[in-house]
């Protein structure tokens, strides 16, 4: 499967985006979703995860309240709904999926084996 990122863009503190990540070569359908962020000089962080079934999301504490991940009902796009932006959401946003993740696996980026390019979200006044 082929994933493409977007959605990203320069938003006021408060404000929302919402990060779309597209499959090609195959829908979602049997594939975890992950959707993880890398700040300048950070390590890659977890943000949020839906599990292969499609029945559970999971967030960072950081984001809980504040992001929504939902999937569509063809399980070709997978989106994420960022409400309430902070700067320290400023970094680059990267989808990822794996067919074979379980639900203890879904922070670790290393586990997932697809990855979209990056999209970059910008939280500044």
């Known amino acids: 499967v082929q994933l493409q990122a977007s959605g990203g863009g320069l938003v006021q503190p408060g404000g929302s985006l919402r990060l779309s990540c597209a499959a090609s070569?195959?829908?979602?359908?049997?594939?975890?979703v992950g959707w993880f962020r890398q700040a300048p000089g950070k390590e890659r962080e977890f943000v949020s995860a839906i599990a292969r079934t499609g029945g559970s999301t999971y967030y960072a504490d950081s984001v809980k309240g504040r992001f929504t991940l939902s999937r569509d009902k063809t399980k070709t796009t997978v989106y994420l709904q960022m409400n309430s932006l902070k700067p320290e959401d400023t970094g680059v946003y990267y989808c990822a999926a794996g067919s074979r993740l379980i639900t203890s696996s879904l922070g670790t980026p290393g586990q997932y084996p697809y990855w979209g390019q990056g999209t970059q979200v910008t939280v500044s006044s």
């Open positions: 070569g195959s829908t979602f359908n049997g594939y975890a």
